[in-house]
């Protein structure tokens, strides 16, 4: 149809990316026009195809969809950003937001609910989870500075305290600082709880 609405799906996951497309396929006004499997691909796929929506899920290798959000907008104004996630988290909201996207919703979404969000947000709309948005607001913007949010983004993988210090060139000192800050911050007992918790919230996005 010459008239439907044009999209670009982002997704690093082949299966689910096929399955999104299949299911917006179905509805008479939607068109796929192009898939990518990075955010680093998004901006260049959507030069070729000129969609008029984009779907970007988050949490996608080296460039997250977040960050695919902004320069997309940046690069091609007139495309709007639907985020559609696996993970309904607070940080990811906001932030998602922030780098001028439309919605977010989340994948388990039903198909006719996801189809309407599309065409919601190309008409101009805004669409978010009633639920998340509520959840959103009670959690805040992210407490950590910008060094404890590296060194818990660090602890997640780093082994010891000795480990984080040689990886972010800290001493060891500094590192401890910064994790008992942390630890605080998010109310956690130990710097594996302040993980799951600033992971949980959506914080610990690169």
């Known amino acids: 149809m010459s008239d ?22 179905l509805e008479p006004d939607l068109e796929v026009v192009s898939e990518v ?3 680093a691909q998004v901006v260049e796929a959507a030069r070729a195809s000129r969609p008029d929506v984009a779907l970007l899920d988050v949490e996608m290798g080296e460039v997250d ?49 996801l189809a309407d969000a599309v065409r919601r947000v190309h008409a101009g709309l805004r669409v978010v989870d009633p639920s998340l948005a509520a959840e959103t ?5 992210s407490p950590l500075t910008r060094r404890e949010h590296e060194v818990l983004l660090a602890a997640r993988s780093a082994g010891t305290v000795a480990d984080i210090a040689s990886a972010l060139h800290l001493s060891e000192g500094t590192v401890r600082n910064h994790l008992s800050s942390a630890i605080g911050k998010t109310g956690a007992r130990t710097r594996a709880e302040a993980v799951r918790i600033a992971d949980a919230h959506g914080w610990l996005l690169t």
Not at 7 to 25: H, N, P, T, W, Y
Not at 71 to 83: D, I, W
């Open 4 to 25: 439907a609405i044009r999209l670009l799906l982002a997704d690093d996951q082949a299966l689910v990316r096929g399955a999104l497309a299949a299911l917006l396929e």
């Open 37 to 39: 499997s990075s955010g």
């Open 65 to 113: 969809g977040i960050t695919a959000t902004a320069a997309l907008r940046a690069a091609l104004p007139a495309c709007r950003v639907l985020v559609v996630t696996t993970f309904g988290r607070p940080g990811y909201l906001r932030r998602a937001m922030e780098a001028g996207a439309s919605g977010f919703v989340v994948k388990d979404t039903p198909a006719r609910q």
């Open 137 to 141: 607001l009670a959690v805040g913007e």
